[in-house]
Antibody, heavy 119, light 110 residues
Framework: QVQLVQSGAEVKKPGASVKVSCKAS????????IHWVRQAPGQGLEWMGW????????TYTQKFQGRVTMTRDTSISTAYMELSRLTSDDTAVYSC????????????WGQGSLVSVSS | QSALTQPPSASGSPGQSVTISCTGT?????????VSWYQQHPGKAPKLVIF???KRPSGVPDRFSGSKSGNTASLTVSGLQADDEADYYC??????????FGTGTKVTVL
């Protein structure tokens, strides 16, 4: 069955970077886009961007451009999201999700990784 | 990219129907038939309930239906059940490989 298993919770200082991993199993990793979405405490969902695991091509939403990097390692079916220059506003649960067959929705989600930014 | 606008809350009694709106612009909701809806229970990952405006994934009951008119998409949950109480989010393709989520709606089953 399709599974996306993410790395554990992280606590970071302001100004630091964080890298979250997302290991896929149960399907062909290179056949489906991986989206990254975040949710701040008590807030709504926010789309950050996506990566094509086959080509490595990425699109980042304007808000995070220059601060986010999405990569993948096809040999271990794992996608990564790195966010730099963290502030307290970046405290959130970061989730990876698999793009659906047509690409314009997500059908499976990781369990989420809590990133807390505090001095 | 501005978030799509949803009402903060909606409610209905068991067995009744509730409809949630999702308003965007001609650059997102109105421009593409790529609106999807997600149900999120507290502390859980979102679950896809509608994609491509009107399509239901396998396993989602036909009590969930989607539609779109102009720049506004809608999700209707009919025959409300206690387990339908959750947050619901719409999302739309917004062109140039971008997506945008809605502000979210909390559905309460009275």
């Amino acid at each position: 069955q399709v599974q996306l298993v993410q790395s554990g919770a992280e606590v970071k200082k302001p100004g630091a970077s964080v890298k979250v991993s997302c290991k896929a199993s149960g399907y062909s990793f290179t056949g489906y886009y991986i989206h990254w979405v975040r949710q701040a405490p008590g807030q709504g969902l926010e789309w950050m961007g996506w990566i094509n695991p086959n080509s490595g091509g990425t699109t980042y939403t304007q808000k995070f451009q220059g601060r986010v990097t999405m990569t993948r390692d096809t040999s271990i079916s794992t996608a990564y999201m790195e966010l730099s220059r963290l502030t307290s506003d970046d405290t959130a649960v970061y989730s990876c999700a698999r793009g659906g067959t047509t690409g314009y929705y997500v059908d499976y989600w990781g369990q989420g990784s809590l990133v807390s930014v505090s001095s | 990219q501005s978030a799509l606008t949803q009402p903060p809350s909606a409610s209905g009694s068991p067995g009744q129907s509730v409809t949630i709106s999702c308003t965007g612009t001609s650059s997102d909701v109105g421009g593409y038939n790529f609106v999807s809806w997600y149900q999120q229970h507290p502390g859980k990952a979102p679950k896809l309930v509608i994609f491509d405006v009107t399509k239901r994934p396998s396993g989602v009951p036909d009590r969930f239906s989607g539609s779109k008119s102009g720049n506004t998409a809608s999700l209707t949950v009919s025959g409300l059940q206690a387990d339908d109480e959750a947050d619901y989010y719409c999302t739309s393709y917004a062109g140039s490989n971008n997506f945008v989520f809605g502000t979210g709606t909390k559905v309460t089953v009275l």
